[in-house]
């Protein structure tokens, strides 16, 4: 029988075998001593990633089977239309529970990551080893991020894969609104990486493990807060104005399909645009208003749900570059803030 140490294994005919073909892939020296580590977080991760994905795939098999029956996908999407709302509350539901991730990520893993090293002392170690302070902080950062960046991307290629079918319907799921922008793409990818590390650097100032989770939270919050009010400035906004008048089917702007309106201005034969509110407001009819201010059309401002990836990545690539920032702050006050 080999040892675990040994250089080779005797097989059952008496010829011999490399480790590699007998021990397998195993992780070693300090890669293996942050895992193990932080390895009940890590798996139940991992665990709750697989659980969610496997509820995601059975709830598109059943979408899937009510768009089918009812003509999906070669029927207009009228025809099928009443089978795909009866969905629409779970898109909503699942969408609701996966934008707590990146919250939930930075206050259970990221906050305590390096508090609860700092917190006990145990950081002190790294000083006493042969291991450098950039080492261990690199090794713990990014294991800690892998795991972050591969059970959010799982979680949003398998939402958008549930979601690809009904994405023209608004009436399941708007492209611009949250629960379908926010948890498909790179988005869901950079709002927990860059709450996780920015939790992690609040738990590397703070070095107490609760108060860290607390000061976390509110910080997520933020995060998600200020991301709903800047979304759509993601875009570039586009404009089409009319010149049929302001009344009648006639008159108004028709939008592409899946278009988001942002804003509805009357037009005036110079150009000026007045707000849509401005007949009510004076108590005007239309004849009379559109005669006072020679109104001759409308000018329309929307996004059109071409610019949905663009806008992703912009947005994602804002907050990659933040969190590269953050993680830079980490390193560098981190070697001494680790002693």
Not at 273 to 297: H, N
Request: proline share 4%; hydrophobic share 50%.
């Amino acid at each position: 029988m080999s040892s675990l140490t040994g250089t080779s294994a005797i097989g059952p005919n008496g010829s011999t075998a490399s480790p590699m073909t007998t021990r397998g892939f195993r992780l070693s020296g300090l890669t293996w001593l942050i895992w193990r580590q932080h390895r009940a977080g890590f798996w139940t991760i991992l665990a709750a990633t697989a659980a969610s994905m496997a509820v995601i795939a059975y709830l598109r098999t059943g979408l899937v089977d009510a768009l089918t029956a009812h003509g999906w996908p070669d029927a207009a999407s009228d025809k099928w239309l009443e089978g795909a709302l009866t969905y629409a509350p779970q898109f909503q539901l699942v969408a609701y529970g996966l934008g707590f991730i990146p919250i939930l990520l930075g206050v259970f893993l990221g906050a305590p990551l390096l508090a609860g090293d700092l917190e006990n002392g145990t950081a002190k170690l790294v000083s006493c080893q042969s291991v450098s302070p950039s080492r261990w902080l690199a090794t713990k950062l990014g294991i800690s991020a892998l795991v972050v960046v591969v059970s959010t991307a799982a979680l949003s290629v398998t939402f958008g894969w549930w979601w690809h079918p009904v994405k023209n319907v608004d009436q399941v799921l708007g492209w611009s609104e949250g629960p379908a922008f926010d948890n498909t793409g790179p988005v869901p990818v950079a709002l927990a990486l860059f709450t996780f590390v920015g939790a992690v650097a609040i738990g590397m100032l703070l070095r107490r493990t609760l108060i860290s989770m607390v000061v976390t939270f509110a910080f997520a919050v933020v995060v998600q807060v200020v991301w709903h009010m800047q979304r759509l400035s993601l875009g570039q906004v586009v404009t089409i104005t009319t010149d049929k008048g302001i009344i009648g089917d006639t008159a108004y702007a028709h939008l592409p399909e899946g278009a988001l309106e942002l804003d509805r201005s009357y037009l005036s034969g110079s150009g000026q645009t007045y707000g849509w509110g401005t007949c009510v407001r004076e108590g005007l009819s239309d004849k009379a208003c559109a005669q006072k201010y020679d109104l001759v059309g409308w000018s329309v401002d929307y996004l059109p749900s071409t610019q949905m990836s663009g806008m992703q990545w912009f947005g994602a690539s804002i907050l990659f570059a933040l969190t590269a920032a953050v993680a830079v702050f980490v390193f560098l006050l981190g070697r001494k803030r680790i002693v």
